[in-house]
């Protein structure tokens, strides 16, 4: 099984919707990460989490609030989507065995808002 | 973060090693090399970093010069699956406050049958 999984893996809906993207992690970290990357760009941090009560803004959180419901589990709302939410949106954890801060990404969630 | 330069793309026979070099002459002492690939539209997938010494684990091995300003990551047997973009990344030992992970333009590694 994998370690981090996210669901849905798809997922379309319309403007004006509010969604909720949900990752739940086997790995034990307690740091958690949520991603979107577009298309011919990199990844941009949206929230992270570093325990359970804790939470934290990324680079571009606005239009999307998290939960930090246990230590496994992380997600990601669009309180009201819009069609520049479109995106791929990766949950990732991380640790810091053998120095540094590994991070570890789940399959990713394709949003399509029309 | 350091800068890393990679060459764009790389092809690489099925079977043999792929061997994905690395420049990044600006790193610092305390700044471990990482490497991360992304298969299409896939969630990028941690393989393997190092400080100084030479590295290896189930997935790859990884090779830094000794003035630490370049690095090379090797897949022993590529095979079709390894077909994806590597990154290459530089970054601090610890961090107290989350670090997006960034990643440059990498190389496109095409595993050929």
């Known amino acids: 099984d994998a370690d981090v999984t996210q669901t849905p893996r798809n997922r379309i809906t319309k403007t004006g919707k509010r969604i909720m993207l949900e990752c739940s992690q086997t790995k034990g970290h307690d740091r958690m990460y949520w991603y979107r990357q577009d298309p011919g760009l990199g990844l941009r941090l949206i929230y992270y989490s570093f325990d359970v009560k804790d939470i934290n803004k990324g680079e571009i959180s606005d239009g999307y609030s998290v939960s930090r419901q246990a230590q496994a589990k992380f997600s990601l709302s669009l309180e009201s989507a819009i069609p520049n939410q479109t995106a791929l949106y990766f949950c990732a954890t991380s640790d810091f065995a053998r120095g540094g801060e590994t991070q570890y990404f789940g399959p990713g969630t394709r949003l399509l808002v029309l | 973060d350091a800068k890393t330069t990679q060459p764009t793309s790389m092809d690489c026979a099925e079977g043999r090693a792929a061997n994905l070099p690395c420049n990044h002459s600006t790193i610092s002492g305390n700044e471990y090399v990482y490497w991360y690939r992304q298969i299409h539209s896939q969630g990028p997938q941690y393989i393997i970093h190092?400080?100084?010494n030479n590295e290896t684990n189930e997935m790859a091995s990884l090779i830094i010069t000794e003035d630490r300003k370049s690095s090379t990551l090797i897949l022993p047997h590529a095979t079709l699956r390894d077909t994806a973009v590597y990154y290459c990344?530089?970054?601090?030992?610890?961090?107290?406050?989350?670090?997006?992970?960034?990643f440059g333009s990498g190389t496109q590694l095409t595993v050929l049958p």
């Open positions: 990344i530089v970054r601090p030992r610890t961090s107290g406050s989350a670090r997006q992970l960034t």
């Open positions: 190092g400080l100084k």
